[in-house]
């Protein structure tokens, strides 16, 4: 089963390259949600602080156990 911090890379890696493919094909200002996700990932690894884990956590998936 995938846990939410599976999860939030999938969907982090999933809007990256959605973002790019749409900056390539359309207008470059989708690379504003790249940037976006970019800086999220960033500020959560230094506050623990994650929305789309937080959502995860309420759709039912797992934390990881801790090692």
């Not at 900056?23 to 623990?48: E, I, K």
Request: net charge positive.
């Amino acid at each position: 089963m995938m846990t939410t911090e599976k999860m939030v890379t999938a969907m982090a890696g999933t809007f990256i390259l959605g973002s790019l493919l749409l900056a390539y094909y359309s207008s470059p200002a989708w690379l504003l949600l790249t940037a976006f996700v970019g800086f999220n990932l960033l500020q959560s690894s230094f506050t623990g602080f994650c929305p789309a884990e937080m959502i995860f956590k309420k759709m039912g998936f797992k934390p990881a156990a801790a090692a």
